[in-house]
Each structure stands twice: as structure tokens, then as C-alpha cells.
């Protein structure tokens, strides 16, 4: 067998042709971390919509972003944009009382937010912006709060 000397896409050699200088935000960026909660009433009904928060579309989600939803008003937990219901969470309340939509190692490893979201480009704004959206009536009053850790330059 071969015995190699390999290197991560964080390294950068300029004497080799061809090398690409690491992407600052991945190698250098700094983490951020946007916290909120947004609350319903036991009055809410289906295609009821939240919005939760504006980030940047380059954002690297990191996996400490999470949404806990124990206490929610709504049986379904749906997040994405605010035309793309379910680009981010659709998932039961009952699956578990703390969501999180970017796993350690998973196929959104290192991706930006656009991507993650599955737009076909960055938004000409820059921004995306993050909604709630009610799939049924809500189950009862209830909040959810979150926290999006997330990666810049």
C-alpha cells in the first residue's frame, strides 16, 4: 500500500499549480449567534407564518443551531423561507423536544444557508429570511425559542 501525505481543502500551497486559497469564512470565520422566541396563541390557525430572523444568505449554519419546540402551540414544526414552507424543519413536535435542522457531519457540512435552503442562487438582496409556518390549527397557546449559531468572515 501507498503511503500518502494528504491535506484538508484548509490548506493552501501557492508553489503547487493549481492550489486554491482556503474560503476565509470556512478557515477564519467567526461564529455568530442570532437568539429569539417566538410565541402563538391558542387562536392561531393553518397557514399562520412567524418570522423568526434575517440572516445572511452566505451563513455557514453550525450545529449548535437548534429550536426548541417542547413548549410550542403547534403539533407540526415547520420552518423555511417564507414561500418555501419546509426548506429547513418539517418534522413532528413529537419527534423531540429540541430540533436541529444542521447535524455535526451531515450533508450541510460547511454549506451556506442559500444551499442548505436548496435556492438555486444567493438571493440579489443577500439576505434570507427565516418563518414559522402553521401546516394546522395550533394545538394550544405556546413559544418556541431558538438559536441560530452560524458562521461569517
Known amino acids: 500500500m501507498a503511503v500518502v501525505i494528504g491535506k484538508?481543502?484548509?490548506?493552501?500551497?501557492?508553489?503547487?499549480?493549481?492550489?486554491?486559497?482556503?474560503?476565509?469564512?470556512r478557515a477564519r470565520g467567526r461564529v455568530i449567534v442570532a437568539m429569539g422566541t417566538v410565541a402563538n396563541l391558542a387562536t392561531?390557525?393553518?397557514?399562520?407564518?412567524?418570522h423568526l430572523v434575517d440572516l445572511p444568505a452566505q451563513a455557514i449554519l453550525l450545529p449548535e443551531t437548534f429550536f426548541d419546540?417542547?413548549?410550542?402551540?403547534?403539533?407540526?414544526?415547520?420552518?423555511?423561507?417564507?414561500?418555501?414552507?419546509?426548506?429547513?424543519?418539517?418534522?413532528?413536535?413529537?419527534?423531540?423536544?429540541?430540533v436541529t435542522p444542521i447535524t455535526q457531519g451531515d450533508a450541510f457540512h460547511g454549506k451556506q444557508l442559500w444551499e442548505v435552503l436548496g435556492l438555486a442562487e444567493v438571493p440579489e438582496s443577500g439576505m434570507i429570511s427565516l418563518w414559522k409556518h402553521a401546516e394546522a390549527a395550533a394545538t394550544g397557546a405556546g413559544n418556541m425559542p431558538f438559536a441560530i449559531h452560524y458562521l461569517m468572515s
Request: hydrophobic content about 35%.
Open 8 to 25: 484538508s481543502d484548509l490548506i493552501h500551497d501557492p508553489l503547487v499549480a493549481g492550489s486554491v486559497p482556503a474560503d476565509p469564512q
Open 44 to 50: 392561531d390557525s393553518n397557514t399562520s407564518k412567524y
Open 69 to 98: 419546540v417542547e413548549n410550542d402551540g403547534f403539533a407540526q414544526i415547520v420552518i423555511g423561507t417564507e414561500t418555501d414552507t419546509d426548506a429547513l424543519v418539517d418534522q413532528t413536535k413529537a419527534t423531540g423536544n429540541i
